[in-house]
């Protein structure tokens, strides 16, 4: 790498660098070198010619912001705790799949279908008790049946409205 000149330019030092030499430098194909001078960060001076240091210390800073992906302490602190919070959210999703596939969990559409069919086969079987119970003890009249069956219906029907 050659620094081709250095000079006074506006009561500063201004050292000249070529684009193969700051390619070189920065470690950037000449593609990249045009990009960085349509946008400012590289600081063209002349036709193949680039002053180094203000060049150099722009490259800094674009990298600086680019690695960090913030502008200031406060947006720092957000885009912390939003990956912060985004590690927790992947490391839950993580232990919940590891938990469904060990049986540890299951889906709640599962457990209310189970509960549903149970408590379908709990009714079904009260239901069918005083014509069990008729079968037999043949001694007790309809009433008795029927009564029966009014309590057992009595008590689903206050169980099915939440009273004990």
């Known amino acids: 790498m050659k620094v081709i000149e250095e000079f006074e330019l506006g009561g500063k030092k201004v050292s000249r660098i070529g684009g193969a030499d700051l390619c070189?430098?920065?470690d950037i194909s000449p593609a990249a070198l045009t990009d960085l001078k349509k946008r400012g960060i590289a600081v063209h001076l002349a036709h193949d010619s680039y002053d180094?240091?203000?060049?150099?210390?722009?490259?800094?800073?674009?990298?600086?912001n680019v690695a960090a992906r913030w502008g200031n302490e406060e947006q720092a602190e957000t885009l912390t705790a939003a990956r912060a919070r985004l590690a927790r959210e992947k490391a839950d999703e993580a232990a919940r799949r590891n938990a469904v596939a060990r049986g540890e969990l299951v889906e709640a559409a599962e457990v209310v279908r189970g509960w549903s069919d149970t408590l379908r086969a709990v009714r079904a079987a009260m239901l069918a008790v005083p014509a069990r119970v008729r079968?037999?003890?043949p001694h007790l009249s309809g009433a008795d049946s029927a009564l029966i069956d009014r309590e057992i219906r009595n008590a689903l029907e206050g169980l099915a409205n939440g009273n004990d």
């Open 24 to 26: 070189a430098l920065l």
């Open 52 to 64: 180094l240091w203000a060049t150099v210390q722009a490259y800094i800073a674009h990298l600086r």
């Open 135 to 137: 079968a037999s003890l």
